[in-house]
């Protein structure tokens, strides 16, 4: 069974930072693109980050570009967001996404297989 999970979630005042992970099973995580994607209450699902099978390549929303920082594991099939100086604004559902259909990767209809999300709140 295709199963992905996010954990790192939580809730830190402006400025603080988060790492979030994401772990994928009954897949082949080191031959998929992979992506970060949030959404707040009221607002569509937006792309936050993505990055290429090897990690050689990545790109980021101009919202998080130079304060947020994906990587991966393709050993432990582990993918990562790396986030500092947090702002209100970053609060949201944040998902962990693979699969990938064709499309771009910062735009959510791109993955096929999503995880359930965990929370960041961020105060002012």
């Known amino acids: 069974q295709r199963q992905v999970m996010e954990f790192g979630g939580g809730s830190v005042q402006a400025g603080g930072s988060l790492r979030l992970s994401c772990t994928v099973s009954?897949?082949?995580?080191?031959?998929?693109?992979m992506g970060w994607f949030r959404q707040s209450p009221g607002k569509e699902r937006e792309g936050v980050s993505c990055?290429?099978?090897?990690?050689?390549?990545?790109y980021y929303s101009d919202s998080v570009k130079g304060r947020f920082t994906i990587s991966r594991d393709n050993v432990g099939s582990t993918l990562y967001l790396q986030m500092t100086n947090l702002q209100p604004e970053d609060t949201a559902t944040y998902y962990c996404?693979?699969?990938?259909?064709?499309?771009?990767?910062?735009?959510?209809?791109?993955?096929?297989?999503w995880g359930q999300g965990t929370q960041v709140t961020v105060s002012s």
């Open positions: 996404a693979t699969d990938p259909r064709g499309g771009k990767c910062l735009e959510p209809h791109t993955f096929n297989l």
């Open positions: 009954g897949f082949r995580f080191d031959r998929s693109w």
């Open positions: 990055i290429s099978r090897s990690g050689g390549e990545s």
